[in-house]
Protein backbone atom coordinates (compact mmCIF):
# COMPACT_ATOMS: atom_id res chain seq x y z
CA UNK A 1 0.00 0.00 0.00
CA UNK A 2 1.45 3.10 -1.11
CA UNK A 3 1.72 5.85 1.58
CA UNK A 4 2.65 9.55 1.60
CA UNK A 5 4.00 11.39 4.07
CA UNK A 6 4.32 15.52 3.96
CA UNK A 7 7.00 17.50 6.14
CA UNK A 8 8.77 21.14 5.69
CA UNK A 9 6.13 23.14 6.39
CA UNK A 10 6.22 26.64 8.31
CA UNK A 11 5.22 30.05 8.74
CA UNK A 12 7.69 32.26 6.80
CA UNK A 13 7.08 36.18 6.18
CA UNK A 14 6.54 37.30 2.46
CA UNK A 15 9.04 37.32 0.13
CA UNK A 16 10.87 33.94 1.63
CA UNK A 17 11.61 30.82 0.39
CA UNK A 18 10.32 27.01 1.68
CA UNK A 19 10.92 23.25 0.92
CA UNK A 20 8.64 21.01 1.58
CA UNK A 21 8.80 17.04 1.13
CA UNK A 22 6.89 14.38 0.44
CA UNK A 23 8.01 10.83 1.12
CA UNK A 24 6.92 7.72 -0.76
CA UNK A 25 6.51 4.24 0.32
CA UNK A 26 4.97 0.94 -0.70
CA UNK A 27 5.27 0.75 -4.30
CA UNK A 28 7.59 1.73 -7.37
CA UNK A 29 8.15 5.12 -6.48
CA UNK A 30 9.70 5.69 -10.29
CA UNK A 31 5.98 4.12 -11.60
CA UNK A 32 3.91 7.18 -10.11
CA UNK A 33 2.76 10.43 -11.27
CA UNK A 34 3.46 12.58 -8.55
CA UNK A 35 2.02 16.20 -7.99
CA UNK A 36 1.24 18.39 -5.42
CA UNK A 37 -2.16 20.25 -4.48
CA UNK A 38 -3.31 23.57 -1.73
CA UNK A 39 -6.18 23.87 0.24
CA UNK A 40 -6.98 27.05 2.33
CA UNK A 41 -9.34 27.57 4.81
CA UNK A 42 -13.24 27.47 2.66
CA UNK A 43 -11.55 26.63 -0.63
CA UNK A 44 -11.84 23.36 -2.62
CA UNK A 45 -8.19 21.73 -3.09
CA UNK A 46 -6.49 23.36 -5.88
CA UNK A 47 -3.48 21.81 -8.48
CA UNK A 48 -0.60 22.75 -7.86
CA UNK A 49 2.29 21.38 -9.93
CA UNK A 50 2.67 17.79 -11.17
CA UNK A 51 5.64 15.25 -12.34
CA UNK A 52 4.78 12.53 -14.49
CA UNK A 53 6.69 9.34 -14.19
CA UNK A 54 6.78 8.48 -17.81
CA UNK A 55 8.92 11.52 -18.68
CA UNK A 56 9.79 14.17 -15.95
CA UNK A 57 7.19 16.29 -17.55
CA UNK A 58 6.06 19.15 -15.38
CA UNK A 59 2.72 21.14 -14.96
CA UNK A 60 2.01 24.22 -12.73
CA UNK A 61 -0.85 26.09 -12.35
CA UNK A 62 -0.57 29.88 -13.30
CA UNK A 63 -0.44 31.61 -9.95
CA UNK A 64 3.07 29.84 -9.47
CA UNK A 65 4.63 29.50 -12.75
CA UNK A 66 8.22 31.15 -12.11
CA UNK A 67 8.21 30.91 -8.55
CA UNK A 68 7.63 27.04 -7.61
CA UNK A 69 9.72 24.30 -9.17
CA UNK A 70 8.64 20.52 -8.53
CA UNK A 71 11.59 17.86 -8.42
CA UNK A 72 12.06 14.68 -7.11
CA UNK A 73 14.89 12.46 -6.14
CA UNK A 74 14.07 8.78 -7.03
CA UNK A 75 16.99 7.27 -4.83
CA UNK A 76 15.60 8.53 -1.77
CA UNK A 77 11.86 8.11 -3.38
CA UNK A 78 10.95 11.77 -2.40
CA UNK A 79 9.19 14.41 -3.99
CA UNK A 80 10.18 18.10 -3.21
CA UNK A 81 8.05 21.38 -4.01
CA UNK A 82 10.94 24.46 -3.72
CA UNK A 83 8.88 27.79 -3.26
CA UNK A 84 10.29 30.79 -3.78
CA UNK A 85 8.91 34.21 -3.31
CA UNK A 86 6.01 33.31 -1.61
CA UNK A 87 2.90 35.20 -1.05
CA UNK A 88 0.35 35.82 1.77
CA UNK A 89 -1.95 33.49 -1.15
CA UNK A 90 -0.15 31.00 -0.57
CA UNK A 91 -1.17 29.85 2.92
CA UNK A 92 -2.71 26.47 2.47
CA UNK A 93 -2.41 22.92 3.69
CA UNK A 94 -0.47 21.17 0.87
CA UNK A 95 -0.62 18.14 -0.21
CA UNK A 96 0.84 15.03 -1.66
CA UNK A 97 -0.62 12.54 -4.39
CA UNK A 98 0.16 9.83 -6.41
CA UNK A 99 -1.22 8.03 -9.13
CA UNK A 100 -0.13 4.92 -11.36
CA UNK A 101 -2.01 6.09 -14.22
CA UNK A 102 0.31 7.86 -16.42
CA UNK A 103 -2.76 9.08 -18.71
CA UNK A 104 -4.66 10.65 -15.73
CA UNK A 105 -5.38 14.55 -16.18
CA UNK A 106 -2.91 15.03 -13.42
CA UNK A 107 -4.90 18.63 -12.80
CA UNK A 108 -7.62 16.95 -11.02
CA UNK A 109 -7.70 15.42 -7.69
CA UNK A 110 -10.34 12.71 -8.50
CA UNK A 111 -7.11 11.07 -10.60
CA UNK A 112 -5.29 10.14 -7.93
CA UNK A 113 -5.51 7.11 -5.72
CA UNK A 114 -3.24 7.69 -2.82
CA UNK A 115 -3.16 11.09 -0.58
CA UNK A 116 -0.66 12.43 2.45
CA UNK A 117 -2.05 14.24 5.64
CA UNK A 118 -0.50 17.67 4.06
CA UNK A 119 1.97 19.98 5.96
CA UNK A 120 0.78 23.35 6.40
CA UNK A 121 2.52 26.75 4.75
CA UNK A 122 1.82 29.73 6.39
CA UNK A 123 3.42 32.93 4.86
CA UNK A 124 2.78 36.49 6.58
CA UNK A 125 2.25 39.65 5.33
Known amino acids: QVQLVESGGGLVQAGEDLRISCQFS????????LAWFRQAPGKERQFVAA????????DYVGSVKGRFTVSRVNVRDTLYLQMDSLKPEDTALYYC??????????????????WGRGTQVTVSS
Open 97 to 114: AATANSHADWRLSAAYDY
Open 26 to 33: GGTFTRYT
Open 51 to 58: MRWTDGFT
